[in-house]
């Protein structure tokens, strides 16, 4: 069973990066045709996309936070990372990573099957 | 990129039967047969209950069904139960240059 966990600081400051990791068990991150996602929920808000990799490395963006948004993968230690740099308090959200695609279908169309539980990041002085 | 439109809430008794619309445009919901369904409770993540517009995962109730009509999605909730309460979210597939978008949320109540 593909399990999903993210990991970094709760708290950044304004005008600072944003930094989380999430950690894939249960399977590696090479195999399949999936796409690794990073989705955010503002607190009381909808979820929204952030943007996805490929286990070679390439990455597509949401294009609404394109400038800022920085995603990468370490195959090694079966992670993929979010930098999100310049942040403001309308950065502030719980983070979900997810693995979009499944074993009979390739990925990358928003069928994300496995979440991380979310981890809660604040941006505040 | 902009969010696909749903109704903010829902509702409907036990046993009744509820949909939700999913509106978008003809170069997401209306181009592809990419449409994704999330149910999510409070405080947890979300939870895959339809992929590719009307095809179930592994474990989710026959309860659950989508469909799709030009632009529009829908998700149709039947025999409605206390659990099904929650949020859901629909998505799509938008293209190579948009690639994923998301729906505002539904919050559904079981009366």
């Known amino acids: 069973q593909v399990q999903l966990q993210e990991s970094g600081p709760g708290l950044v400051k304004p005008s600072q990066t944003l930094s989380l990791t999430c950690t894939v068990a249960?399977?590696?991150?090479?195999?399949?045709?999936?796409?690794w996602s990073w989705i955010r929920q503002p607190p009381g808000k909808g979820l929204e996309w952030i943007g996805y990799?490929?286990?070679?490395?390439?990455?597509y963006y949401n294009p609404s936070l394109k400038s800022r948004v920085s995603i990468s993968v370490d195959t090694s230690q079966n992670q993929f990372s979010l930098k999100l740099n310049s942040v403001t308090a309308a950065d502030t959200a719980v983070y979900y990573c997810?693995?979009?695609?499944?074993?009979?279908?390739?990925?990358?169309?928003?069928?994300?099957?496995?979440w991380g539980q979310g981890t809660r990041v604040t941006v505040s002085s | 990129q902009s969010a696909l439109t749903q109704p903010p809430s829902a509702s409907g008794s036990p046993g009744q039967s509820v949909t939700i619309s999913c509106t978008g445009t003809s170069s997401d919901v209306g181009a592809y047969n990419y449409v994704s369904w999330y149910q999510q409770h409070p405080g947890k993540a979300p939870q895959l209950m339809i992929y590719e517009v009307n095809k179930r995962p592994s474990g989710v109730p026959d309860r659950f069904s989508g469909s799709k009509s030009g632009n529009t999605a829908s998700l149709t909730v039947s025999g409605l139960q206390a659990e099904d309460e929650a949020d859901y979210y629909c998505t799509s597939y938008a293209g190579s240059s948009n690639l994923v978008v998301f729906g505002g949320g539904t919050k559904l109540t079981v009366l």
């Open positions: 249960g399977g590696s991150i090479s195999s399949g045709d999936y796409y």
């Open positions: 990799i490929y286990y070679s490395g390439s990455t």
């Open positions: 997810a693995r979009d695609g499944d074993d009979d279908d390739s990925g990358g169309y928003g069928r994300m099957g496995y």
